[in-house]
């Protein structure tokens, strides 16, 4: 039983940065935002170039449905929520001959060509003529955005 100082300052910083966020008290009046510089980047709709640091930005966490999966053909990755906030990606070339996954229905990601089935959670094989799981590719979430590494 070690009580850590450390949970101590993380409790004051966190009242700090609410008492600033919300920025009430001395009231300047001129409505410059002093919050974080970080945050809200607004989605520049229509652009199209939104590049982030360290990847390409595959898809919004919105975009994926809990307990199923989005197929982005033209990336061949499959990106899925098994859980609510966990995301995990794979290859979307299936491991039997090389067609495309299609679609991600009841909990799995379904191959057309032959019927394969592989798991959301993690890839593997949950019927055949498959031979190996989906590899797994690498993907970062950042707020809402999820980028491939
Ligand atoms: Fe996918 Fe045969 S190529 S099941």
Redesign the pocket.
């Known amino acids: 039983m070690t009580s850590h100082a450390t949970g101590r300052r993380t409790v004051l910083l966190t009242a700090a940065a609410l008492t600033t966020g919300c920025g009430a008290s001395g009231g300047g009046g001129g409505g410059t935002d002093t919050g974080t510089p970080e945050a809200s980047a607004p989605a520049t709709t229509g652009g199209g170039s939104s590049e982030a640091p360290g990847g390409t930005v595959l898809a919004r966490t919105s975009e994926i449905p809990v307990g199923g999966g989005t197929v982005f053909a033209d990336r061949k990755v499959v990106v899925t929520q098994p859980k609510a906030g966990e995301f995990k990606a794979f290859s979307a070339v299936?491991t039997?001959?090389?067609?495309l996954v299609d679609k991600v229905a009841d909990g799995t990601i379904d191959?057309p060509?032959?019927?394969?089935r592989y798991r959301i959670a993690d890839g593997s094989v949950a019927r055949g003529?498959?031979p190996r799981p989906l590899p797994a590719e690498r993907i970062t979430v950042s707020g809402e955005e999820i980028t491939l590494a």
């Open positions: 299936c039997h001959q090389g067609c191959c060509c032959h019927g394969s003529p498959a």
